[in-house]
């Protein structure tokens, strides 16, 4: 995949939709609208509203595929999705503390996302195997969350087929949790 990633071009959104401003920072989005995305579903103290508006762009469109990506620990997207209403969920722990959560009481996001979308999860070593890789064959620092759809890619349970769009936000995380996340190497001598 480290051949196939292209840098995002921050602060430089090219929006093909409502909600799609990530996905297209993410590189040449072509004219067909032809991709596939993968992003981090989210619960608990940040809600998933940019996934869903980029649902509702791709459920316009009808060839775009959105796969959302929970911490393993922490199911509470997919369960509300599986249920059509939000549902709690035990909430693990894990180091990428911008995934795990429950949604809000009344939020709509079942109901947007599961017509739409495709969930996955990745674990912890999947997401650190992630920042490794967007340190070491690209420079860049994310949090473990924003991580997480790298993650599902390296790991297997995203499809690279066609054109594939990883959406990559977050930078929220200490020196010493990114350090301890990457194994402590950050290839500085």
Not at 166 to 186: E, K, L
């Amino acid at each position: 995949m480290a051949d196939r990633v292209r840098r995002a071009r921050p602060h430089a959104p090219r929006p093909v939709g409502p909600g799609a401003g990530r996905a297209a920072e993410a590189g040449d989005v072509p004219a067909d609208g032809r991709v596939q995305g993968a992003g981090r579903a989210r619960g608990g103290r940040r809600a998933p509203g940019g996934r869903a508006g980029l649902c509702l762009w791709a459920r316009e469109r009808g060839d775009v595929r959105i796969v959302g990506v929970e911490s393993a620990v922490s199911r509470g997207v997919s369960a509300s999705v599986a249920a059509g209403r939000v549902t709690r969920v035990e909430v693990g722990d894990t180091f990428a503390d911008g995934l795990p959560g429950n949604l809000e009481p009344g939020c709509v996001t079942p109901e947007v996302i599961g017509r739409t979308a495709e969930l996955t999860s990745v674990t912890d070593d999947q997401i650190r195997a992630g920042l490794r890789l967007l340190f070491h064959e690209h420079g860049l620092v994310a949090e473990g969350a924003g991580a997480a759809a790298v993650a599902a890619v390296l790991a297997g349970k995203v499809e690279a087929a066609g054109r594939l769009v990883v959406v990559v936000s977050g930078r929220n995380i200490t020196v010493p949790a990114y350090t301890a996340a990457i194994g402590g190497d950050t290839g500085r001598h």
